[in-house]
């Protein structure tokens, strides 16, 4: 027995050491690196990559892949940068942007709760972010960029609210999921109502809205979202390893000196900001939070939040939703909200009965 314990410790130590790298520095500094999961980080991007250069090629005036990486290069014709620089550039810039940010706040919130479901859409924040956009829609009658504002602060309201009301003693994983739940439950509510105190007009644009689209998008909801992003994931990046000590226990996390209630609320602000804005820039995509840190984490094989993988994860869904959309159904052109939809519910569905053929439900 004891042989069979030795010999599985220096198995899993082997494959430890065949996927684990240390890199040091000349000045001292070491940092260990999984290799599956960079080469998974490379895959993502590429593929990214390759997804907006042929969605950018995508539409009534088609452009060869060639021609679009000649354009923006800066070397196309005339005709050519207007269409690829200032009409489909920015609708793909922002499909990565708000992918990304979906993608890390979805995983932020599942290791904070230390729940595959906590994610935002779950917990209400999505919600929470539409409901700012219908008050300011139906009863403002607001313009598009008083829209995007009243989005951010309907989602931190309901963010605020969500923590406020699961603090005791701390933030604790289930009593946050099932306050989450609650509040969704409540602010779907308020939607419902306000909708169906909007007239006809305003209430169309409140449910195109609602859908999740990336049609119209410029440089204006572009530079917003990036900025953002360039602020928050250095700092959720730099709280990476906090993070992954609080999924050991509050008790483990607090006697290896790590701060695990400044840690938590720090991230939790960082993923309602990072949630809240690409609601506002986008709509209320659904399931790319929830599925993008779970398929990166089966991708990666690698405990831990997966902060990286998931936001790579988290802009090639959505990119290859959008281009999913525009090719798939010919002229009947979809809200990239509805594919996201579809695609992560037979993935819910089928995570669902995988664990229950496995016994874990």
């Known amino acids: 027995m004891r042989t069979a314990t030795k010999t599985a410790k220096t198995t899993r130590t082997t494959r430890i050491t065949r996927t684990t790298r240390t890199l040091r520095t000349p000045g001292g500094l070491s940092l260990r690196t999984d290799v599956r999961a960079l080469v998974v980080v490379g895959a993502l991007l590429l593929a990214a990559c390759a997804a907006s250069v042929v969605l950018i090629g995508t539409g009534d005036f088609p452009i060869s892949f060639g021609d679009v990486l000649r354009t923006l290069a800066g070397n196309g014709t005339a005709g050519q940068d207007f269409i690829v620089n200032e009409l489909r550039l920015p609708r793909v810039l922002v499909g990565l942007l708000v992918g990304a940010s979906l993608g890390l706040g979805g995983a932020l919130f599942q290791s904070i709760s230390r ?81 169906t105190k909007a007239d006809l007009v305003d209430a169309t644009r409140a449910v195109v809205w609602m859908t999740g689209s990336l049609d119209g998008r410029d440089w204006s909801q572009v530079w917003p979202l990036l900025a953002l992003c360039a602020v928050l994931v250095p700092l959720v990046l730099a709280n990476a390893r906090g993070l992954r000590m609080t999924e050991m226990g509050d008790d483990v996390s607090n006697a290896l000196g790590v701060r695990v209630e400044r840690v938590r609320m720090l991230l939790m602000v960082a993923a309602v900001l990072l949630t809240a804005a690409a609601t506002a820039a986008a709509g209320p995509v659904s399931f790319v939070a929830l599925t993008a840190p779970q398929l990166a984490r089966r991708l990666t094989r690698s405990p831990g939040p997966n902060l990286v993988p998931s936001l790579c994860m988290g802009a090639t869904l959505l990119v290859t939703a959008d281009l999913a959309s525009q090719r798939a159904f010919g002229a009947d052109q979809l809200p990239v909200g509805v594919v996201t939809g579809v695609l992560g519910g037979v993935y819910l569905l089928w995570l669902l009965v995988t664990e229950r053929r496995a016994g874990r439900i």
Do not use: M
Not at 126 to 134: D, E, N, P, R
Not at 165 to 190: C, D, P
């Open 115 to 195: 729940n595959p479901l906590g994610s935002p859409d779950v917990l209400g924040l999505s919600q929470g972010a539409t409901s700012g956009a219908l008050v300011v829609i139906v009863l403002l009658s607001g313009t598009a960029a008083q829209v995007t504002v009243g989005a951010l602060l309907g989602g931190l309201v309901t963010g605020l609210a969500i923590y406020l009301l699961a603090w005791k003693q701390g933030v604790h994983g289930y009593r946050l999921v099932l306050v989450g739940i609650g509040v969704s439950a409540v602010v779907t509510a308020v939607n419902g109502y306000l909708l």
